[in-house]
């Protein structure tokens, strides 16, 4: 019998990956993508398949967390195996300037998924997988974190997923759904959002060492974080619904780096090596000696990042470093894309991109490229 699955946030950095994943594993797979007003599906359209073709094997649906008769209509229309439920306002920074927003679809959308799912007596049938976040431990508690370690969110994005890991523990334990939390460490790849912190800079330099933006302006230079790649991590969440009983489950690499550090690996990556200097506050990066070929735009003695306090966050997550041994030990799950192998590759693709906006400058058709803020 073939598996059904529904994705929410198919149209994401996690959703696409995974939608990759089941499609090859053989799954029909369903997801819901939201109304907007240009198409917002390119990380999907690779897979997608034309609607009137025999049997598709991928179908989407409009629909958003913060619509519950939407949601249980399209959950009893696919009548689905395993609920992926990966939708969210997923950014931090912006999670304190739409606080209630984030709340309503981060928290609440959860718990109309899981009602939806008990409305429809779905309970036996739909198994259900949370994207919690590494995040729900943000003024950590202790080092490293697994999944005994106390919560301490830090933003209005962390606090709307603790309700959202509650009531999916919740609703395991009262209504014996099959339902697991991934505790997901930070997890990048060239499908990452440009406003995030690694593809952010891996953008932002191609585009500098092309010529195409100026400079970069960072944030906390500081933050430590334990990141991994995408691809390895939507593997690990669907390993978690083939398990005899449900558990949660943290995915971390183990090791922890600063976002100074990811900056001079993908300078490195360009050719450009780095050297930073002042107080954090006002921390500039100055180019030192740039070889090879490859960037072509910069020269010793340029700035090339400057920190910008406008992306301070009202309280920071400074340190988040996962301990997976719970993973290894009972899926035998082990990351198998290193962090500088992620970095390298997220570059080549932004590279890739930032050299076809600079042969069509130089041919005299310059399209603006919108800058990560
Ligand atoms: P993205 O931001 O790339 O994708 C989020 C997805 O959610 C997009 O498809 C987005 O749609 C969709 N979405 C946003 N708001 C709504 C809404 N109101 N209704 C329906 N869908 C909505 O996130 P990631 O793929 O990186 O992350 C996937 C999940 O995992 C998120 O829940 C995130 O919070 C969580 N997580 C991510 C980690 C990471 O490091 N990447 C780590 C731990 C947890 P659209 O494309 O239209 O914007
Ligand atoms: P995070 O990821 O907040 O951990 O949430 P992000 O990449 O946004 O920030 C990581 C760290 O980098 C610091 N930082 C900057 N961040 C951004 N975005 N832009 C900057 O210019 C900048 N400069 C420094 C941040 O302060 C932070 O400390 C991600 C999201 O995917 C969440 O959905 C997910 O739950 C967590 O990872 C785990």
Redesign the pocket.
Known sequence: MTKRALITGITG?DGSYLAEFLLEKGYEVHGIKRRASSFNTQRIDHIYQDPHAPDPKLSLHYGDLTDTSNLTRILQEVQPDEVYNLG?Q????VSFEAPEYTADVDAIGTLRLLEAIRFLGLEKKTRFYQ?????LYGLVQEIPQSETTPFYPR?P??VA?LYAYWITVNYREAYGLYACNGI?????SPK??E???????TRGLANISQGIEPG??????D???DWGHAKDYVRMQWMMLQQDRPEDFVIATGQQHS?RDFICWSAEELGIQLRFEGNGIEEIGIVDTVSGNIATAVKPGDVIVR??PR???PA???T?LGDPAKAKKMLGWVPEISVREMCKEMVAADLETARRHALLKAHGFDTPVAL?I
């Open positions: 950095q969210a997923s950014h931090v920074a994207a919690s976040t590494s995040e933003s994005y962390a997923k997901l460490f930070n997890h990048e990452r959002g406003t995030f912190v690694t593809r952010k800079i970069l302006f960072m944030g906390n230079l933050a430590l974080r976002v920190v910008d992306y301070f966050r920071e997550v400074e988040l990560a």
